[in-house]
């Protein structure tokens, strides 16, 4: 197991900055890609962004406002979100995925995700 654990949710402003942890309890951390999604209660999960060695993806949506860091030694992925926007107000979630390639299309895909945590709520108010 990989239990996943996600914090740093909260209200913010329009405009303004959070930081979302997510903390994973297994040795083997480092071997999985780390991502992030959202979802909206009634819509399908969003991918948001994901990590895999030096490789970095993100939605078009969050493109220079969001990046997605991780600490092996520490067994933590990060989400720096910046300019936050009323729109991404909703529940992200951490999830790791064992898909060891380069395709956007698979990472993108919750499906392709083994593990998931239970979700931090952000709220973004204009």
């Known amino acids: 197991q990989v239990p996943l654990v996600e914090s740093g949710g909260g209200l913010v402003q329009a405009g303004g900055s959070l930081r979302l942890f997510c903390a994973a309890s297994?040795?083997?951390?480092?071997?999985?890609?780390m991502g992030w999604f959202r979802q909206v209660p009634g819509k399908e999960r969003e991918f948001v962004a994901l990590?895999?060695?030096?490789?970095?993806y993100y939605a078009d949506s969050v493109k220079g406002r969001f990046t997605i860091s991780r600490d092996n030694a520490k067994n933590t992925v990060y989400l720096q979100m910046n300019n936050l926007e009323p729109e991404d107000t909703d529940l992200y979630y951490c999830?790791?995925?064992?898909?060891?390639?380069?395709?956007?299309?698979?990472?993108?895909?919750?499906?392709?995700?083994?593990?998931w945590g239970q979700g931090t709520q952000v709220t973004v108010y204009s």
């Open positions: 990590r895999r060695g030096g490789n970095t």
């Open positions: 297994e040795r083997t951390f480092s071997t999985y890609g």
């Open positions: 999830a790791a995925s064992s898909y060891v390639g380069t395709l956007y299309t698979m990472y993108a895909q919750p499906k392709n995700y083994d593990y």
